[in-house]
Antibody
Framework: EVQLVESGGGLVQPGGSLRLSCAAS????????MSWVRQAPGKGLEWVSV???????DYADSVKGRFTISRDNSKNTLYLQMNSLTTEDTAMYYC??????????????WGQGTLVTVSS | QSVLTQPPSASGAPGQRVTISCSGS?????????VHWYQQFPGTAPKFVIY???NRPSGVPDRFSGSKSGSSASLAITGLQAEDEADYYC???????????FGTGTKVTVL
């Protein structure tokens, strides 16, 4: 079954760091665009970052310079290194495979999410 | 700061039809990019119910349908059922931002 399983969330103090992981099954992470999407409590979905097949990446302005997306091809796993965390980063973080084509893009599948709470 | 605008809520009695709008601009929906719709239950990940404006993935009931016109799109749920009570998000691609964008989300309540 094609699936994604996130881990690594937790409680961290403002200014701290955290690394999220997303393990993929039944498909190859490096052959796909892979994204992180987050959802603050009671709020909507916000795209965070994408890593392309060639290994290049892109970020939302709100996390640029603080977050780094990467992958380990041998482990078929996606990562999100989050530094200089603020309370505004508190959210459920989802990884998702992104299908991008001429007329747009969509996300499927999604992981179950991992909760990041930034609080003192 | 969502780029696509949806009404915060929509409701209907069982069996009725509910329509959710998704308003974009000339750099996303109006530029010809497809619109996709996701259903999200509390505490669970989003799952897409419509892709490519009006296509249903296998397993999604045919009471779900999508449409697109100009810079807007709509999701319709006909024959509303209690199990359809969830949050719904539209999503497209924005050429000026060079990234995917989501709608503000709509909570559907079955009365």
């Amino acid at each position: 079954e094609v699936q994604l399983v996130e881990s690594g969330g937790g409680l961290v103090q403002p200014g701290g760091s955290l690394r999220l992981s997303c393990a993929a099954s039944e498909f190859t992470v490096s052959s796909n665009y892979m994204s992180w999407v987050r959802q603050a409590p009671g709020k909507g979905l916000e795209w965070v970052s994408v890593i392309y097949r060639d290994g290049s990446s892109d970020y939302a302005d709100s996390v640029k310079g603080r977050f780094t997306i990467s992958r380990d091809n041998s482990k078929n796993t996606l990562y999100l290194q989050m530094n200089s965390l603020t309370t505004e980063d508190t959210a459920m973080y989802y990884c998702a495979r992104e299908y991008r084509y001429d007329s747009g893009s969509w996300f499927d599948p999604w992981g179950q999410g991992t909760l990041v709470t930034v609080s003192s | 700061q969502s780029v696509l605008t949806q009404p915060p809520s929509a409701s209907g009695a069982p069996g009725q039809r509910v329509t959710i709008s998704c308003s974009g601009s000339s750099s996303n929906i109006g530029a010809g990019y497809d619109v996709h719709w996701y259903q999200q239950f509390p505490g669970t990940a989003p799952k897409f119910v419509i892709y490519g404006n009006n296509n249903r993935p296998s397993g999604v009931p045919d009471r779900f349908s999508g449409s697109k016109s100009g810079s807007s799109a709509s999701l319709a749920i006909t024959g509303l059922q209690a199990e359809d009570e969830a949050d719904y998000y539209c999503q497209s691609y924005d050429s000026s931002l060079s990234r995917s964008v989501f709608g503000t989300g709509t909570k559907v309540t079955v009365l």
